[in-house]
């Protein structure tokens, strides 16, 4: 047992965690010895049965506070995930079980409409991503800074992967959505849409799921996890890189592109009668700019 851990100095294991040129940061802090108290009890109250030393979970604490921010960082840090973290970083079977029962399970619902079989997928690549060392290097989820909630971080890195996924599987591509499904998420509870002839809905999707199959693979992803799978602007810019508003544009590009070839298609088919293909353009445009306008505000 160490010196410090003898004199019950949490602050002492944190400072032997730190380059004793940062010492300094520390003795800056008010309170750290109650704080690092109350956020350690904090986090064994909520993982009871995870048993995490002192001198584990401070040197990972310490990894986890950047210069010039320590203060900062120990005022908001979210104790109990990071513990949890850790804990799951070395490995320890109740933290694991924990993980899956309070993280993972809430995930699937995070992941938009994506088939049981690709969110199990998302599930099972997410675990060894975060969970699986390779080599010498640590499990990733050693690398969750604690600064926000974990469920949050973890369904950030799930819609990164389900993104990698869907964008490489082409059994998830938007034409291969039952016609249902293209017109009512393209018409939810239009009465516009509920008033055509049958024959008219029907060439509607037809028409739709020919326009959607000609489109280039990128703006067919951007599409898909937009409309069918429910991904944000700010999921998407997550999975894209670049900006907020960069994506947007890419998006909204996508959307003329497969108005261009709806009317392409529908043109022939409506060319004796103008008023019905405007019609029908005309609600596909409609829906879509609601279903776009969150993303362009």
């Known amino acids: ?10 602050t002492g294991l944190l400072k032997e965690a730190l380059p004793a040129e940062r010492h300094a940061e520390l003795e800056a802090v008010e309170g750290l010895e109650e704080l690092l108290r109350r956020h350690l009890e904090e986090a064994r109250t909520q ?12 040197r990972h604490l310490a990894s986890q506070l950047p210069a010039g921010k320590v203060s900062e960082v120990l005022c908001v840090v979210q104790a109990a995930d990071l513990y949890l973290a850790c804990a799951c970083s070395t490995g320890e079977p109740s933290a694991l079980a924990a993980f899956e029962r309070h993280i993972l399970r809430h995930i699937p619902a995070r992941l938009g409409r994506l088939s049981p079989s690709v969110v199990e997928e998302v599930l099972q690549v997410l675990r060894e991503r975060l969970l699986v060392a390779r080599g010498n290097t640590p499990p990733k989820i050693a690398s969750y800074g604690g600064r926000g909630p974990l469920l949050t971080w973890v369904g950030i890195v799930a819609a990164r992967i389900a993104g990698e996924l869907v964008g490489r599987d082409e059994r998830l591509q938007l034409v291969a959505e039952p016609p249902e499904e293209l017109a009512r998420l393209l018409a939810p509870d239009d009465p516009e849409y509920a008033l055509l002839r049958e024959d008219a809905r029907q060439l509607l999707v037809e028409s739709l799921r020919k326009a959607v199959a000609v489109l280039p693979e990128q703006e067919r992803a951007l599409l898909r996890l937009h409309h069918f799978h429910g991904f944000t602007m700010d999921r998407l810019t997550l999975m894209y890189g670049g900006s907020r508003s960069g994506v947007a544009r890419r998006v909204a590009d996508a959307r003329k592109l497969l108005l ?22 005309g609600l596909v445009s409609s829906r879509l700019d609601i279903s776009l306008q969150g993303l362009l505000d």
């Open 260 to 281: 261009e070839h709806v009317r392409m298609e529908l043109a022939p088919r409506l060319k004796q009668d103008r008023l019905a293909l405007e019609s029908l353009l």
């Open 47 to 58: 993982w009871p049965t995870s048993h995490l030393s002192d001198e584990t979970f401070l």
């Open 1 to 10: 047992m160490s010196k410090e851990r003898q004199t019950d100095s949490l």
